[in-house]
């Protein structure tokens, strides 16, 4: 069974919001549910995530294929006339070990990886090597959803095109990758830089060691919002005694399914030593926490539930 379930729909449930937000710098809930949706729908195949992205107004698609670095790993672009969405698909736990290695988890320089970027920190050599590996795929996606404006533009079609904003959202690995995203189409210097209006990430890992966290923050604090479910495993993974760090503002649902900002819960949870992915196995395969907490389906659920509850987080 996938990470969201055989049962699991790929439309816009009735109770989404009909309404996007494309201009805002802020948390929007109705921005979150959409998001959401997506990241779920990256789960889907070709023709599923299609229609679902359709159903949101997004009529035109790319698919992406990332099975060269992640084994039945997939994301999207899809486009409307307001705003464009790359969405990645995580991996089914029980992939998870394909990339939750301490090997994997190793960190790399970021201007190492992506070649001519400012030196920004360390970052999880897996996830950066599998990005920069992808990353004509990936601009090629959304090239033909966005295609890049250049100074020889005509000026009205560069004010159509510049209109449109862009958004990354995933799960789980998909997580990563979106951040990773956002932080390539900012800190790569010889690469064509596109403004990003929002990352949404629901149960990601973290992507870097201290100092890379804060200069992505110095960025994109203020856009970049990570959806944690109860006692999900993933989101306290690398390590922090590996110096690795967290990015963004965190909401967490706790174990009544309120939306936190400032989680006294999550911070108990965080409190339980983790040294090793041994560890971390252990706890998932002796008591199974944080399996079905990681479940994309969940996550949506409580996004779609929650939506006054988290606008008035963001007052």
């Known amino acids: 069974m996938s990470p969201i379930g055989k049962k699991a729909r790929f439309w816009p449930n009735w109770r989404v919001p009909s309404a996007f937000f494309p201009q805002a710098l802020t948390f929007e809930a109705a921005n979150a549910v959409i998001l959401a949706g997506l990241a779920k729908a990256a789960y889907g195949e070709f023709d599923q995530a299609k229609a679902a992205a359709a159903g949101y107004g997004l009529t035109a698609f790319e698919w992406i294929d990332l099975t060269q670095q992640f084994e039945d790993v997939y994301g999207f672009v899809a486009g409307g006339p307001d705003y464009v969405v790359i969405a990645f698909r995580g991996t089914d736990p029980k992939d998870w070990k394909n990339w939750m290695t301490d090997l994997q988890a190793t960190a790399a320089r970021f201007d190492w990886l992506f070649q001519g970027a400012a030196e920004v920190g360390e970052?999880?050599?897996?996830?950066?090597?599998?990005?920069?590996?992808?990353?004509?795929k990936i601009e090629s996606a959304l090239d033909k959803v966005m295609p890049k404006v250049s100074a020889e533009s005509d000026p009205g079609q560069a004010a159509n095109t510049t209109q449109r904003t862009l958004w990354l959202t995933g799960h789980s690995l998909g997580a990563a990758l979106a951040v990773l995203t956002g932080a390539a189409f900012s800190m790569w210097t010889d690469q064509v830089k596109r403004q990003v209006n929002g990352i949404y990430t629901f149960g990601q890992p973290r992507i870097g060691l201290y100092r890379f966290c804060g200069n992505y923050d110095h960025l994109f604090h203020?856009?970049?919002?990570?959806?944690?479910?109860?006692?999900?495993?993933?989101?306290?993974?690398?390590?922090?005694?590996?110096?690795?760090?967290?990015?963004?503002?965190?909401?967490?649902?706790?174990?009544?399914?309120?939306?936190?900002?400032?989680?006294?819960?999550?911070n108990n949870f965080l409190s339980r030593n983790l040294q090793s992915f041994s560890d971390f196995f252990d706890i998932i395969t002796r008591f199974g926490t944080g399996v079905n907490d990681h479940d994309m389906a969940t996550y949506e659920q409580l996004v779609q539930n929650n939506v006054a509850k988290l606008d008035a987080l963001f007052p």
């Open 222 to 266: 203020e856009r970049t919002f990570r959806f944690v479910n109860k006692k999900d495993l993933v989101p306290r993974v690398p390590f922090r005694g590996w110096d690795y760090a967290d990015i963004g503002q965190m909401i967490h649902f706790d174990s009544n399914n309120e939306p936190q900002l400032q989680s006294a819960e999550w």
């Open 123 to 136: 970052v999880h050599a897996g996830f950066g090597h599998a990005l920069f590996d992808a990353w004509a």
